[in-house]
């Protein structure tokens, strides 16, 4: 299995481009299947999760592929959709998939898809977004781990999420986008990757108002039309990448991002005494002075991205002082901290609470992947511990991170990737 060796203490300094948006890229593939066409997506990250969607999209009998224009040009022809069933082994790896239920029931009325079940950062109960789905006039079954979810045509509503969920927030938004009449979504939530879809969803012809707000109101249409969208940078990945300049004492400019998009990021970095700069395509960040402790608590959007949470925490064991980290979104999401600490750090956990106290240094040294994110944490770390640190198990990071050790070495990292 693939490890990512990094040897510490090169200072972070240059100019990287982000890739497109994982998350957003996700949801803009689902939406492609309302239409009775060729969607084109421009500026997708090559990424293990993207590759399990176009799967997952073929088993419909959708024509899904990296088309080769650009290499980060997918093409969906969704025209040919003859099967209604995402399999539990496609949805068990990647629980996004689970956002074909909304556009399957609302444009063929019939849609059988595989509870995506908990992964490692919790439980991730699907409840919000069947709720969501019922209000529209689904008939909702849970029969042997799968939902069953069917209609003879979708009825606008108005429907109030008991809590802020974002891949909910799309799933409905994509059904009512063809339900008759008028939805109102309350409580929705603001994420970026909301806006996004309800961008694409308004060039193929819906009627969405206020997405981004947490009340979205759309006027239902009788058919969609597909589409060429532009994928957004991955703001996550900006984040991460400026981090990394953080941790290294470095100079690194992210372009590619709206910097808006992260703000409350940037916002962190200023207050932990980094130098943030923001300009219409990115974010410089320049950190060669004193850091300090802060407090951090992770919210749905604009607050802080719990998907920043670990990468802020490596970056908080080595500035002068203690830091809190408040996990507010996921009730399992502190997996980096014990492999932190095989690394050296000061950290204990307390609930949903991490006190971080800055040591002098961090030591390199084996350690493991356990989510997405928490290795990007480790990978952040590796940056500065003095020596070797071999992460394991990257096939975590290759779900959300295109070329993430190609994008560090370019900026200095002295970083490889043993098979
Ligand atoms: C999206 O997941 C992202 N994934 C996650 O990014 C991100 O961490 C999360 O939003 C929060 O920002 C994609 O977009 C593919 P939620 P999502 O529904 O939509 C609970 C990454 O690293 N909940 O907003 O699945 C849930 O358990 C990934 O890129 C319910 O209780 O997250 C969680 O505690 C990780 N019932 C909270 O809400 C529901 O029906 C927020 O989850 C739905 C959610």
New binding site residues.
């Given amino acids: 299995m693939d490890q990512i060796v990094v040897r510490g203490g090169n200072r972070l300094v240059g100019e990287v481009a982000v890739s497109g948006s994982?998350?957003s890229t996700?949801?803009l593939m689902a939406s492609a299947l309302l239409a009775d066409g060729v969607s084109v997506l421009d500026n997708a990250p090559r990424l293990r999760d993207v590759d399990a969607m176009l799967e997952l999209l073929r088993a419909l009998g959708a024509k899904a592929d990296w088309n080769d224009e650009s290499g980060h040009t997918l093409s969906i022809d969704a025209s040919g959709v003859d099967n209604f069933e995402a399999p539990y082994d496609l949805v068990r790896k990647m629980?996004?998939s689970f956002m074909v239920l909304g556009p399957l029931v609302a444009r063929f009325g019939n849609a059988r898809v595989s509870e995506p079940g908990g992964c490692a950062?919790?439980?991730?109960?699907?409840?919000?977004?069947l709720k969501g789905l019922e209000a529209l006039g689904a008939k909702v079954q849970l029969q042997h781990g799968y939902v069953q979810a069917t209609s003879s045509g979708l009825e606008g509503a108005r429907l109030a999420f008991d809590?802020?969920?974002?891949?909910?927030t799309q799933n409905v938004l994509m059904a009512a986008t063809l339900a008759r009449g008028e939805t109102v979504i309350e409580n929705a939530?603001r994420?970026p990757?909301v806006v996004e879809l309800a961008t694409m969803l308004s060039k193929m012809g819906a009627e969405i108002h206020a997405a981004g707000s947490d009340r979205i109101v759309v006027r239902g249409v009788k058919e969609l039309r597909p589409v060429r969208h532009r994928v957004e940078g991955d703001r996550?990945e900006a984040g991460t990448l400026l981090a990394a300049a953080a941790i290294t004492r470095g100079d690194v400019r992210v372009t590619g991002i709206d910097p808006s998009l992260l703000e409350s990021t940037l916002e962190k970095l200023r207050e932990l005494g980094a130098e943030v700069e923001v300009d219409a395509d990115g974010a410089r960040v320049r950190a060669d002075g004193h850091q300090v402790g802060i407090r951090v608590v992770t919210a749905?959007f604009p607050g802080f991205?719990?998907?920043m949470q670990a990468q802020i925490m490596a970056v908080l064991t080595l500035v002068d002082g203690s830091s809190v980290v408040i996990e507010n979104?996921?009730?399992n999401r502190f997996m980096h901290v014990p492999e932190l600490q095989r690394l050296g750090a000061d950290i204990s956990l307390s609930g949903r609470s991490a006190h971080v106290r800055g040591v002098e240094k961090l030591m390199g040294a084996p350690v493991m992947a356990t989510d997405?994110?928490a290795s990007a944490g480790l990978l952040l770390a590796g940056l500065v511990a003095t020596g070797e640190t071999r992460v394991s198990r990257v096939y975590h990071i290759d779900r959300?991170y295109e070329n993430i050790e190609a994008k560090l070495r370019s900026l200095g990292a002295d970083i490889c990737r043993e098979v």
């Fill in positions: 994982k998350n996700l949801a629980r996004a950062i919790g439980v991730r109960p699907v409840d919000q977004h809590l802020t969920t974002v891949n909910g939530a994420e990757e996550i749905p991205p719990t998907d979104v996921f009730e997405l994110r959300g």
